[in-house]
């Protein structure tokens, strides 16, 4: 990287170059017309190899191809256009036919030529090995599975089992407050508890906070005291408090991502802190509105510890979070990015989720500088062993939409570069003159 330049790329590296990192290292260098031009191209990419494509939107994606390319022609040489830069415009007429593009490439079947690759022990015959070899592991494999609680030998562990063995935990106690706010949002995010739950008004919620929890206990040994109830033992250990000793993690693997402290992270080289939820908050319009709305909102944040609540028959794994305030420390702009000021922080008294209803996120500095950071989503990684998992993981997209293509018939745009000197050619006339007379 020190000549600024990338060497020994692989198809799948261009392909991930173009679909994530490319529209955020270009946000702070080049013109606006040429970045917004070459993110619009980086976009359709990213459509057309979605796993979950819209036959009635793919018209108007062949459209956007279309002016995305006569955007090309007026920002770059002609020496940039060979037929590779044509075929682009012939790409979902190619969908129409045959369907799906991740059905179709070549990445999962090179991937898997290097597993086979790995069999051969005799150059001389390599067939014999990679048939000897897939016949073998086949065989382990299904042993293993068939076998139930069986600790195989010789055949790597699950993800899941490494991720456990190298993430230990510590016990370690809180203060009685903060497990209090860690047991009310367990209550109020439990579907056995929503019957004794109540959406009380804005005033009333502060209250409800703190008194809802020994409320529940005492309603709990009430119903217990009748000689016929019907209170389950998840309600029962539930309102007893958990135990003030909890268990704390500085990594933890669930529902397909990986996730560290923000601690941690900042010893590492990695990031796996940064966390998404999508929750349902109360919205009004000014201080004196009456009329109250429920209504979903995208929260962004960053993992403060992970701990497993211990209710004694069972445990619950939460997150305590550092919440981005979302009233000035998230925006978007016109190019669709999600930015967020991980300065501003939320309510200090709303931290906790369940580790299941996190969804990763990765934030990158803004390269136009200042103190936003760009959110990129990404996919699990993770699979449950035991799960069959027949949905379709998409892959999100790195923007919310796509940019205006404004000045498309704008002339007033000066289409010559300003960062370098230009090499002016003068035409040899003296050489046409000769030809012409011979």
């Not at 079947?109 to 067939?127: D, S």
């Not at 993430?167 to 056995?192: R, W």
Request: aromatic share 12%; charged share 25%.
């Amino acid at each position: 990287m020190k000549d600024l330049k990338l060497i020994n790329l692989k198809s799948h590296d261009c392909h991930t170059l173009m679909q994530k990192l490319l529209p955020v290292a270009i946000r702070g260098v080049l013109p606006k017309e040429v970045r917004n031009t070459i993110i619009r191209l980086c976009y359709f990419f990213n459509s057309i190899c979605s796993k979950i494509i819209d036959p009635s939107k793919l018209q108007q994606l062949q459209d956007e191809v279309v002016v995305t390319l006569c955007l090309l022609e007026k920002y770059f040489p002609p020496a940039f256009f060979d037929v590779m830069v044509h075929l682009t415009v012939h790409l979902l007429r190619e969908i129409k036919f045959c369907g799906p593009i991740w059905l179709r490439w070549m990445y999962s079947m090179e991937r898997y030529m290097k597993i086979l690759k790995g069999y051969v022990r005799n150059r001389h015959r390599p067939e014999g090995c990679i048939i000897e070899c897939y016949i073998a592991e086949e065989a382990v494999e299904f042993c293993s599975e068939y076998l139930a609680n069986a600790r195989t030998i010789g055949v790597p562990k699950g993800i899941e089992e490494r991720i456990e063995s190298r993430s230990g935990f510590k016990v370690i106690p809180i203060d009685y407050k903060t497990l209090c706010e860690a047991h009310y949002y367990v209550l109020q995010n439990t579907t056995v508890v929503d019957p004794y739950m109540s959406k009380n008004e804005k005033w009333l919620q502060a209250e409800h906070k703190r008194s809802f929890s020994s409320w529940f206990k005492r309603k709990i040994e009430t119903e217990l005291a009748r000689p016929k109830n019907t209170i389950s033992q998840q309600i029962r250990w539930l309102a007893h408090e958990p135990k003030r000793e909890v268990l704390s993690y500085s990594g933890y693997g669930i529902g397909g991502y990986y996730y560290n402290t923000n601690d941690h992270d900042s010893r590492s080289t990695t990031q796996n802190s940064g966390v998404m939820v999508e929750a349902e908050s109360l919205h009004m319009s000014t201080a004196k509105d009456k009329n109250l709305i429920y209504a979903n909102m995208l929260y962004y944040g960053v993992i403060e510890d992970i701990w497993k609540l211990n209710y004694t028959q069972f445990k619950i794994p939460v997150f305590r979070c550092k919440w981005v305030d979302n009233k000035g420390g998230v925006k978007v702009d016109e190019n669709g990015f999600t930015l967020v000021d991980l300065n501003k922080e939320g309510d200090p008294n709303d931290q906790f989720i369940f580790a299941s209803q996190a969804k990763q996120v990765f934030y990158v500095n803004d390269p136009n500088g200042g103190r936003w950071s760009v959110v990129l989503t990404t996919k699990p990684k993770l699979y449950d062993r035991g799960d069959v998992c027949d949905n379709i993981e998409e892959t999100p997209s790195f923007s919310r939409g796509l940019p205006e293509s404004d000045n498309i018939d704008n002339e007033d745009v000066a289409y010559v570069r300003e960062d370098c000197e230009g090499i002016y050619v003068e035409e040899d006339t003296t050489s046409r003159k000769k030809r012409k007379r011979t």
